[in-house]
């Protein structure tokens, strides 16, 4: 088992005649993904790896039975893919797309609301099931299949180094999801983590935050109430100067919120475990899930 | 982005929200004209740096005559202006805003945000104006009435009627704020704002509503689509080596430590200045160099570092995914060529093509330091700045 997706999704890929697109709808069905269809406006009838472009969502979801989409479509357009995937259908819309003006992504998430569709991200890796469906720019090869663990992580290279590292410890992958590093995204550390406390083959779960918002502070509520198994909390930016924007839009400290010394403290008084140095993760993993 | 305040009082004025009488002067001699203008004494002399605190500063004064205008422009022309926000370095001021001086009945406080936890853009407003507003806040959060704009909607009637009685505002005074509040509304979204804040907005003996101070940041993931807002960025404002780094859309931020780094990703970039510090040293910066960068990106970003004096070891932490660990050497060596390293590096890689990326490094003939982990390249880097 695993959550939000498996080797059954169908994935529609927009912006797939793109640089970017195309690199990646290649890899993700090298690792097996079933990705049926691509969406650029005006290049219907093309094929890229023999996979049909459409000119919209509604006519690759009609033709196809796509219900997952990945979005690589660039910022100024990016509200109108999720908009577009949502109307026509699809589940899940996966937007990897970094550089979404907030006050956008703040309308697409109101339109949203309330719909029988969730969105991961934006400006996120994806999310992946190992040895099952790899739907993001995630490298594959430092995934392990089997589980029993699950990531969700507001960052991309950061959750790489995760879960290399519970692979070098020999601990397999359930799902990992990266949720974006934007201030306000589509699916949250919640939502990642209800589902893995449902899903019987996870059995712990690896939660990665940072600097800005109150995310991971909700999160550690959640888990003190609602939550049976493990979490291992680790939190980047001790060092992080107030009032800088650091890389992440929504990496920031505003005032005197939103600090890494807040989230932890949180963590650690809803008993999760936290792990305060990233080179001693792997480690705190081996002792905690074993 | 941020902005000046006389630069913020321009799209004020273009959005027809009351302001003082006033101009910007980059001189002595343009202060006493702009002054000359007004018509009336006392005129309020303001520093213009991109900090707030400017008045507890004493970048922020009242001047009664001609002479005394002279006088203070020379003095907060040129001054290093320290506030809470500019660090103990402080900020060269270069220009002031010279405005008329008002009878001013009371100070309230505004401002409008988007709000990332609820999604809605949210508009903020206290009679306690003029004070730090996190501090009130803090201590008496009743002060602070909060209404909650959906976006896909937009402000209604009643969000306003809700400020202005919230407020205690007179009935002449709610007149002149409701537009107010309505045009700072449509400057908010039609410009992307990322913060719009008055601090005070005052009410005058008149009972008129005058926008004292102003302040706008916008969100720079929006730039692209306000050009005109471009115009008003003022690189005197920004660290020298930021500016450079921005050129090759670097992202990067300049730091008091000594060890200098280059990582892909914001959070690992993060993770790395903190594992630094756990290693007993201080990060010289922050800089992620993306998930796509290319051999040109990373010798930008290594010569950016190299010109911080305060480096005295770099760590190269980088997990392969889209940037190849390939890539990543190819830039390591170019920069090294061109420039020169005179520090010590430390390199961790991990991922996409690592086997060549190693094999570029050792065969480039620098001398590099190679780690086997992360905890390995921190203590190493840590033990050479020591």
């Given at each position: 088992m695993s959550i939000f997706v498996n080797k059954d999704t169908r994935v529609v890929v927009q912006g797939i005649t793109g640089k970017e697109g195309q690199f990646h709808t290649r890899n993700c069905a090298a690792y097996g993904t079933q990705v049926v269809a691509g969406v650029t406006p005006g290049k219907a009838g093309q094929t890229v790896d023999a996979i049909p472009v459409f000119n919209t969502v509604a006519d690759a979801v009609r033709q196809t039975g796509a219900d997952c989409s990945l979005i690589f479509v660039p910022p100024p357009f990016a509200a109108d893919a999720i908009l577009e995937a949502a109307d026509a259908g699809i589940r899940l819309m996966v937007a990897i797309t970094e550089g979404i003006p907030v006050l956008d992504m703040m309308k697409v998430k109101n339109a949203i609301e309330g719909k029988p569709v969730r969105l991961i991200g934006p400006n996120c890796p994806g999310i992946i099931t190992p040895g099952e469906a790899k739907i993001g720019i995630m490298p594959a090869s430092i995934h392990t299949p089997g589980g029993p663990i699950g990531v969700v992580s507001r960052s991309g290279t950061l959750t790489y180094e995760v879960v290399h590292q519970l692979t070098q410890q020999g601990i397999g992958q359930t799902t990992c999801i990266g949720i974006g590093g934007d201030p306000v995204n589509g699916t949250n550390f919640v939502d990642c983590l209800a589902a893995f406390e449902k899903?019987?083959?996870?059995?712990?779960?690896?939660?990665?935050?940072?600097i800005g918002g109150n995310a991971e502070e909700t999160a550690a509520e959640?888990?003190?109430?609602?939550?049976?198994?493990?979490?291992?909390g680790f939190i980047a930016g001790l060092t992080a100067p107030p009032g800088r924007r650091m890389g992440h839009a929504g990496a920031i400290i505003s005032g005197s919120s939103g600090t890494a010394q807040a989230k932890i403290a949180a963590m650690k008084a809803a008993g999760i475990h936290v792990c305060e140095n990233l080179g001693a993760l792997g480690d705190l993993c081996g002792k905690v899930f074993k | 982005m941020k902005i000046h305040e006389y630069q913020a009082k321009e799209l004020f004025k273009k959005y027809r929200i009351p302001i003082p009488a006033g101009g910007v002067a980059f001189s002595a001699d343009e202060a006493l004209m702009v002054a000359g203008g007004l018509g009336g004494w006392p005129v309020v002399v303001k520093a213009q740096i991109h900090a707030g605190g400017r008045g507890k500063g004493g970048g922020v004064k009242l001047a009664r005559s001609a002479d005394e205008v002279?006088?203070?422009a020379n003095e907060i022309i040129g001054m290093t202006l320290v506030t809470h926000q500019t660090g103990p370095e402080g900020r060269r001021v270069r220009k002031v805003l010279v405005e008329q001086g008002l009878n001013i009945r009371k100070e309230l406080y505004l401002s409008i945000i988007p709000d990332r936890v609820t999604a809605k853009i949210v508009i903020m407003a206290s009679e306690a104006g003029g004070m730090d507003i996190e501090e009130v806040a803090a201590r008496s959060p009743e002060k602070i009435i909060k209404v909650f704009v959906n976006p896909l909607l937009g402000l209604q009637g009643y969000h306003c009627r809700q400020l202005a009685y919230g407020l205690n505002l007179a009935p002449a005074a709610i007149k002149a704020f409701i537009p107010m509040?309505?045009?700072?509304?449509?400057?908010?979204?039609?410009?992307?704002c990322s913060l719009l804040e008055i601090n005070p907005l005052v009410i005058t003996a008149a009972e008129t509503v005058i926008a004292l101070d102003a302040k706008i940041n916008f969100d720079d993931n929006a730039l692209f689509r306000h050009q005109d807002i471009l115009a008003f960025r003022d690189v005197d404002e920004e660290d020298p080596l930021e500016v450079e780094a921005s050129k090759f859309n670097l992202n990067y931020i300049n730091l008091e430590g000594n060890v200098g780094n280059m990582v892909n990703g914001a959070g690992l970039a993060m993770a790395t200045m903190d594992l630094i510090k756990q290693a007993g040293a201080e990060p010289a910066n922050f800089l992620d160099v993306g998930g796509g960068a290319s051999a040109d990106m990373v010798e930008n970003g290594l010569r950016i570092i190299l010109s911080?004096?305060?480096?005295?070891?770099?760590?190269?932490?980088?997990?392969?995914?889209i940037l190849r660990c390939d890539t990543l050497a190819t830039g390591v060596?170019?920069?090294?060529?061109?420039?020169?390293?005179?520090?010590?590096?430390?390199v961790r890689m991990e991922g996409t093509n690592v086997e060549a990326g190693r094999r570029i490094l050792a065969e480039s003939g620098l001398s590099l330091v190679a780690a086997a982990d992360l905890k390995d390249a921190a203590c190493k880097v840590a033990a050479i700045v020591k």
């Open positions: 899903d019987p083959d996870t059995s712990g779960v690896v939660m990665v935050g940072e959640f888990i003190q109430k609602h939550m049976t198994k493990p979490v291992i | 002279n006088k203070l509040v309505q045009n700072l509304f449509r400057l908010f979204v039609d410009y992307d911080d004096k305060n480096v005295k070891g770099i760590l190269i932490n980088i997990f392969g995914g060596v170019e920069a090294a060529r061109k420039t020169g390293i005179k520090v010590p590096v430390v």
